[in-house]
């Protein structure tokens, strides 16, 4: 029966508290952390969005996996209730497990990657471009036009474009080791990819010879998008869907922190024999035996039942549904958000909301800093400060700068998702008078992680 209120489809079995804070005390954890919130203790968070990575709440059948968990070096049967739940959704004959996403990223570019090399996707994410220029190669962004304006309706902006696609095969598909398709698109606001324009880009790499990767962490998300969006799937297994996904690519990374709904853990995932045992090879150098790959058999246990739970529609429905809640509360408010609102995470278009910051004055990173200081959101910065400095040490705006509400897998209830819109609400009411951060310490990649920033003088 559809009704308004949103349901979720899960009781409560166990509670851990929250520490409210002061404000006062809110300023002096950030003047400690040098302004960055991911050197916030916990602690001192009372509703943390800085990501969905990681931290969601597990089933109490994942727990009972737990239990299950085979610690055996070698050959456990965690690892082979991991491989099938793996292989029933993407049925790649070979999989690799990682202790997370980022691993198998580093690995399979360790394979493919290196110096004159380009690597398109729709839109790189933060870990994934970092692999690919710490090989030397070049990571190339081709999301759709739409997908660059937060304010524009699209129904799957993360799509690749294809015109650009194929005009960069044309000229250096011999330079191309593989096209990688990221779903859902995070850093262009959690938007997701159509399965014809899967398709499309399938064709292309046909075409010129060239592999087709997913970067996937979202993919059972992506999936119920192609189910409530596109023509044709409306009636169809959300399972059904992901194996379409599956079978146009010839191998996958994976963050099981996202859509495998599991605290930690990963897995590469390719169709090519010979690919395949080069990344074995460095699978074992830098992770672990290739049946275990960096983790507990107990959590490759978490994920294999993580994985079960991930395509029912009551948890997708709901997931997507409360999501929507926040994006559209926000909306209401007057609050710019990129639309339409993702499946894991609210993106707030801080370039809009504060036009007096240049690009170069971290307009994401002020408005989060302000988010945190008014209520102890911690949110993170999806923007100039993740994304505009270069491998040459050069820096220029990024495309967008946005703040990611992520929200944690069956964590939250609607009374913190309302609380969140009133301090998101109350911060935007003022936001004329935020100021911009200038970086007084950062590393030479991934900055975002561990920078130190100081408040520029109003």
Request: aromatic fraction near 8%.
């Amino acid at each position: 029966m559809p009704t308004r209120t949103i349901i979720e489809p899960f009781r409560i079995h166990s509670v851990e508290p929250l520490r409210m804070t002061t404000e006062a005390e809110r300023r002096d954890a950030l003047a400690a952390a040098g302004y960055n919130l991911f050197a916030l203790r916990a602690e001192d968070v009372l509703i943390d969005l800085l990501t969905d990575s990681g931290t969601g709440a597990m089933s109490s059948e994942q727990w009972a996996g737990i239990q299950r968990g085979d610690e055996a070096y070698a050959g456990s049967p965690s690892w082979f209730r991991f491989e099938a739940a793996v292989k029933e959704l993407f049925p790649f004959p070979h999989v690799i497990p990682t202790h997370q996403g980022r691993a198998a990223e580093k690995i399979l570019m360790a394979a493919i990657g290196g110096p004159g090399k380009g690597v398109p996707n729709n839109t790189h994410f933060d870990t994934t471009r970092a692999n690919v220029e710490a090989v030397g190669a070049e990571a190339v962004d081709l999301v759709i036009p739409e997908g660059l304006d937060p304010a524009l309706e699209h129904p799957f902006k993360g799509n690749m474009d294809l015109a650009r696609l194929e005009a960069l095969l044309r000229e250096r598909a011999q330079d191309v080791p593989a096209v990688f398709m990221t779903i859902t698109n995070n850093s262009g606001g959690g938007q997701p990819v159509a399965l014809e324009n899967l398709r499309g880009v399938r064709a292309l790499c046909d075409r010129y010879r060239v592999p087709l990767m997913l970067d996937a962490c979202r993919f059972a998300e992506n999936a119920w998008f192609i189910r409530e969006r596109e023509s044709g799937h409306g009636e169809r297994d959300v399972a059904d869907i992901v194996r379409d996904i599956a079978a146009l690519a010839d191998g996958m990374t994976m963050s099981a922190k996202k859509d495998g709904l599991a605290n930690i853990g990963g897995w590469l995932a390719v169709r090519d024999d010979e690919l395949a045992a080069r990344c074995r090879n460095l699978l074992i150098l830098t992770e672990g035996f290739p049946t275990y790959g960096g983790l507990a058999g107990r959590d490759l246990d978490a994920i294999a039942q993580g994985l079960k739970e991930v395509v029912e529609h009551d948890y997708l429905r709901y997931r997507v549904r409360s999501t929507w809640y926040l994006g559209e509360g926000l909306h209401r408010a007057g609050v710019p958000v990129m639309r339409p609102v993702g499946g894991h995470a609210v993106y707030l278009d801080a370039r809009r909301l504060l036009p007096h910051v240049p690009p170069l004055e971290y307009p994401g990173q002020a408005l989060a800093v302000a988010l945190y200081e008014a209520g102890g959101i911690r949110s993170c910065e999806i923007g100039t400060v993740m994304f505009g400095r270069h491998p040459d040490g050069s820096e220029t705006p990024a495309a967008l700068d946005l703040v990611r509400l992520a929200i944690p897998r069956r964590t939250y209830t609607q009374s913190h998702v309302d609380y969140v819109i009133e301090v998101c609400d109350e911060v935007a009411e003022r936001a004329g008078g935020l100021r911009g951060y200038r970086i007084t310490q950062e590393p030479p990649a991934l900055r975002h992680f561990t920078a130190r920033f100081e408040p520029l003088a109003s």
